[in-house]
């Protein structure tokens, strides 16, 4: 090739880089683009797809910026005067902080698209590969792929320096996030079928360890005979099906609980809150901290759009290739298959709140130097799951006990995990259950093996399905769906 | 055209499914639909704009029937069977 040819395949590059891989909303909508005009669907709905993720994406950066000045007070005031870092375990915090420190590092996070478009891709592959690697499960969540690929990236990045912020560490991360997606979502097909009566899918979320967990465990310390359907609950738990009424109250209380301790004189001083135009300190709290709600909810407005524009050209095209394997969804379908009729969702979120708050107790008193304040997604969608599983086989003893030393766990890894993966310094942490238990273990691995501890990750957990299918070759495949592979099913349906 | 609105709670996952499922039962049954998802506390406010309300029956109590508004709740997200059968019984089509 000769200079001037290369030098314009060096512009061109530049280019495609300044416009579409660095402005990763671009880059989503080029991605829904394609895959619906794969899918030939008309004109008019590719471009109304590529608009849709596009406009979403541009929201939810909306909604992400408004989250990091909300913030600005309470990481500034407990840095300054207690050297305390806190990070709410929750997902969209632990995605705001994963972007706030990719755009600190000055790394583009349309890599994060590409690493989730290589999971993805690798999940098919997995599953069209079957009879070797008995995956059976598709993982189709959409807004939960995004964040996984997220937080999975970084821990990459951080972790393996000759995988900064280049494509090895992208592929690397596309590979061991779409074998997790994979390996644990086919781990909760057998319970996930007993308890909805093989509706025909199975768990994509992120608490698919603890749903195995829980199926292994609930029997053995409860009694299913005595459900938590004979209970009544308070009527005032309902407002909490509500998640803006949900998030407000655990934001109120909680960054309300902050301020009070950083004090009037504390805020004012440094011109967060500003007594002399007549504010009152209890309505700056009540303002200050509501604002979470808001940019939470207009993030996740954003969200809800580029992700549905997402999901529905991965689905189309997963369709096509793969008919008939099971497809791996949001935890809150099993909602409707609680055998107490929604009273173990509740009592889920009941009891793994009361583990949160036990937890984030003995954080202060032990002086942890990261706080963790409990976000809504972990404590509601984790232990409301578990509780439906748990209640399934072990009644309200097994709901209980398993839901609490969730909540306890929960708070304890996400401590970990802020901390040892310096999230803490941008105020969150990803904070699910697998995310508290199984991917800090993975964080920690490669911090210290670095890409080796990746390979060996990718390779035990593929060991996972082997294990399954050999204790119990008959129905292994049937337990998935009936119709998936005739001749590997022992009952068609 | 009929307004529909799949709702559950965060209005992410489980509202997408069955949004994706509602689409393809209308459109097997020629209904004209608009379908849209969204959070149980956003759809609790805007109801009354839709014709129908579909969410999981466990969110079932959190919404008020109007002269207008129907609420549909499922077991099974996925079955598309169910759909149309409570399409059906609901008087919609």
Redesign the interface.
């Known amino acids: 090739m000769n200079s001037s040819a290369f030098d314009m395949v060096l512009v061109i590059w530049k280019g495609l880089f300044a416009n579409i891989m660095a402005e990763p909303a671009i880059f989503i909508g080029l991605i829904v683009l394609i895959g619906y005009a794969l899918l030939r669907k008309p004109w008019y709905d590719c471009f109304s797809g590529f608009i849709k993720a596009t406009v979403g994406f541009f929201i939810m950066q909306a909604g992400a910026g408004g989250l990091v000045n909300s913030f600005r007070p309470i990481m500034v005031g407990l840095k300054d005067r207690f050297e305390l870092q806190a990070a709410v375990i929750d997902p969209y915090f632990g995605f705001n902080a994963v972007n706030a420190a990719f755009a600190q590092m000055g790394w583009t996070t349309s890599l994060i698209m590409v690493a989730l478009l290589v999971a993805f891709v690798w999940n098919i592959i997995l599953v069209a590969l079957h009879r070797i690697t008995k995956i059976r499960t598709l993982f189709i ?4 792929m995004v964040q996984q690929a997220t937080t999975g990236l970084w821990l990459i990045f951080i972790g393996v320096p000759f995988m900064q912020n280049n494509i090895y560490g992208v592929v690397a991360c596309g590979l061991l996030v779409g074998t997790y997606w994979a390996v644990f979502s086919n781990l909760t097909v057998e319970s996930t079928q007993e308890l ?1 009566g093989n ?3 199975a768990v994509g ?1 992120q608490q698919m360890l603890g749903v195995w967990i829980t199926d292994k465990v609930a029997g053995k310390i409860g009694n299913k005979e005595k459900s938590v359907e004979h209970l009544e609950l308070p009527g005032f738990l ?1 407002i909490f ?5 949900a998030t407000s109250t655990l934001m109120l209380f909680f960054f309300g609980a902050i301020l009070v301790v950083l004090g009037p004189e504390y805020l004012a001083k440094n011109k967060f809150f500003n007594p002399a135009s007549g504010e009152l300190f209890i309505k700056y709290i009540f303002k200050t901290t509501i604002q979470f709600a808001v940019y939470l909810y207009i993030l ?1 407005a954003g ?2 759009m580029f ?2 524009e997402m ?2 050209s991965f ?1 189309g095209i997963s369709d096509k290739i793969l008919k008939g394997s099971l ?1 791996a ?5 099993v ?4 055998a107490a ?2 009273n173990s ?1 509740l009592f889920g979120f009941l009891f793994g709140a009361i583990g949160q708050f036990v937890a984030v107790i003995a954080l202060i008193a032990f002086h942890s130097p990261v706080l963790i304040i409990p976000g809504f ?1 972990p404590v ?2 984790d232990n409301a799951t578990l509780g439906v599983f748990a209640n399934k086989k072990g009644g309200f003893r097994g709901l209980a006990i398993i839901c609490f030393c969730s909540g306890l766990i929960q708070v304890f890894g996400g401590a970990f995990a802020a901390g040892a993966f310096g999230l803490a310094a941008y105020g969150g942490w990803h904070g699910n259950f697998d995310w508290d238990t199984l991917w800090p273990g993975i964080g920690w691995l490669i911090q210290n093996f670095g890409s080796l501890a990746i390979a060996l990750a990718i390779i035990v957990m593929l060991i996972i399905p082997q294990l399954q299918y050999r204790r119990n070759k008959k129905g292994y495949f049937a337990a998935a769906n009936p119709d998936m592979e005739p001749e590997l099913s022992t009952n068609p349906a | 055209m009929l307004k529909v609105v799949a709702a ?7 509202s ?2 069955i ?2 499922k509602i689409s393809n039962v209308f459109k097997r049954l020629s209904v004209q639909a608009d379908v849209h ?6 759809a ?1 406010s805007q109801a009354s704009n839709f014709d129908v309300v579909f969410c ?4 079932m ?2 919404f008020k029937g109007g002269a207008r508004t129907k609420i549909i ?7 598309e069977q169910e759909i149309e059968d409570k399409i059906k019984a609901a008087g919609i089509v």
């Open positions: 969540t959409g807004h939960i909805t509706a025909g899918f979320h309902q099906n509500d998640n803006v009424v996740s969200v809800r992700v549905a999901t529905e689905k497809p969804i949001d935890c809150a379908a909602y409707g298959f609680d009729g929604g969702i997604v509601f969608f | 559950c709670g965060n209005g992410m996952g489980t997408q499914i949004k994706m998802h969204m959070s149980v506390g956003e609790k999981s029956e466990s969110l109590s959190q709740g499922l077991k099974n997200l996925l079955s």
